[in-house]
């Protein structure tokens, strides 16, 4: 007999193209408010409850005890049948009452017409196994209150008490606390709606501000209003917004001058490549040897030009990038390793080394590329067979200086305040060779480590070029 293969029926799921929309903040702060106070309504309910149930509950037994006590302790008794009743069991006013034996019939000739319930407990007193009972009997919503009667052994008095108007006062007090719980939990809601429109206002600001940076580009701060947390996350972010514009303004001002720099050297080459691609063509005139070989040299210098200044800006948009992480420098050794490079292409020019061990937190590489730009500018302006000094010292104040001095004509003093400026090159300097952004990329390296680049005058009447940078001995 083959049994019957049952395909797995495919479950189809209906993309309606949009994902869950989460709650707002101020939705969840909203519910978060009437959460909490829904549940200390509820705890403080559920204890009020909880007090007075048993609280009226107690009073009802207290009261049995009392009536019972009473008909015990009362000294008028009255001899029936047998049995001797005290004469205040006549004055019970709501209670039933009844006089058992163990097997729960009445000890009465003729029982009460409103008897009490009586069960097993009731009857475990009549009969001595227990001193008392007090519970609550489900059938007939009545207290019953068993105790041993004292006038006659294996008897037990047994009296009942209707729970209606406890009960009913519960129901009244459960009513009362759901309607103060519900309006607490309304009031609380209504609260947080006000607290949270109150207090999410600056971040509507600030995420209207943030939405209208990103669709116009405009990064001017956003106003600050307080003291309060989100005034120091508005002041943040205006820190933010600050270094942003900057960083443009950076990029702008290095476009800018690369795009002026970039043209002098370009529209040359253009000029030399078109001459000599003029005197190739037939029945152009041509040109002698002397003059092809002066536009081979021109063309050659131009590109170096261009390699050095291309190089320059690559190395300029690397210092602008946000700080990797230092490592621990010996300055000494950086400054050694640039000596080693302006050495094979110095020449003539010797170096009066003294350095003094310093110890930095910083860019290995950025520091020597610093240190070899002073060394390159001092060459470059040193007549030959002269001599570069290069000294390096601690000043006492937690920092040290590298001094690099030439022997060259010196610095004017209209040039001091901005030979460290991108692309600026003094009148001196325009006959030279050189992209004018050496001494910026000095300027940057030292900004860059915590320190400060600086000129003067050097007592050999050249220039003295100091990189000064924060450290320990080393």
Not at 262 to 290: W, Y
Not at 315 to 336: G, H, I, K, S, Y
Request: with cysteine.
């Amino acid at each position: 007999m083959s049994q019957a293969v049952t395909e797995p029926v495919p479950v189809i799921r209906v993309d309606n193209g949009s994902a869950p929309r989460r709650m707002s903040l101020r939705a969840r702060v909203t519910l978060l408010a009437a959460a909490c106070v829904a549940g200390v309504l509820a705890l403080v309910s559920l204890g009020a409850y909880i007090t007075v149930y048993n609280n009226l509950y107690q009073q009802v037994d207290d009261e049995l005890i009392q009536q019972a006590n009473s008909v015990i302790n009362d000294p008028q008794v009255v001899q029936t049948g047998g049995l001797r009743i005290p004469t205040y069991i006549t004055r019970l006013v709501d209670v039933r009452f009844d006089l058992i034996v163990a097997d729960g019939t009445s000890a009465f000739e003729s029982a009460p017409s409103m008897r009490p319930p009586i069960g097993l407990d009731e009857r475990e007193v009549a009969s001595g196994q227990k001193t008392s009972s007090i519970r609550t009997d489900q059938n007939t919503d009545s207290r019953v209150l068993a105790v041993p009667y004292r006038y006659q052994p294996g008897v037990a008095l047994v009296l009942s008490q209707p729970l209606d108007a406890t009960k009913q006062t519960l129901r009244e007090l459960a009513v009362v606390l759901a309607l103060i719980g519900g309006g607490g939990i309304v009031v609380a809601a209504l609260a947080g709606t006000a607290v949270a429109r109150t207090g999410l206002r600056p971040v509507e600001r600030l995420t209207s501000a943030t939405e209208h940076i990103a669709r116009t580009g405009d990064l001017r701060p956003i106003p600050i209003s307080g003291d309060d947390e989100l005034a120091r996350l508005t002041h943040s972010f205006n820190t933010m917004l600050g270094a942003v514009a900057e960083s443009q303004d950076r990029q702008r001002q290095l476009v800018a001058d690369a795009g002026h720099e970039l043209r002098t050297p370009l529209t040359s080459l253009r000029t030399n490549l078109e001459l000599l691609l003029s005197a190739s063509r037939s029945g152009a005139p041509s040109l002698s040897e002397k003059d092809r070989a002066e536009i081979e040299t021109d063309i050659k210098a131009q590109l170096d030009e261009l390699t050095q200044l291309i190089g320059d800006l690559v190395e300029l948009a690397r210092q602008d990038e946000p700080r990797t992480a230092f490592e621990r420098v010996e300055l000494v050794e950086v400054v050694e390793r640039a000596l080693d490079r302006a050495r094979r292409r110095a020449g003539e020019i010797e170096f009066d080394v003294a350095l003094q061990p310093w110890v930095v937190t910083g860019d290995a590489g950025a520091l020597e590329r610093a240190v070899l730009n002073l060394l390159d500018n001092a060459v470059k302006f040193s007549p030959p067979e002269s001599r570069v000094r290069v000294r390096m010292y601690p000043l006492g104040d937690g920092t040290a200086v590298i001094e690099v001095a030439d022997s060259g004509p010196g610095i004017a003093d209209e040039d001091l305040p901005r030979v460290f400026d991108r692309f600026y090159r003094s009148s001196e300097a325009r006959t030279l060779p050189g992209s004018g952004l050496g001494l910026a990329i000095v300027k940057q390296a030292a900004e860059r480590h915590g320190g400060v680049a600086y000129a003067g005058r050097a007592p050999e009447g050249g220039a003295l070029l100091n990189l000064r940078l924060p450290g320990s001995p080393g």
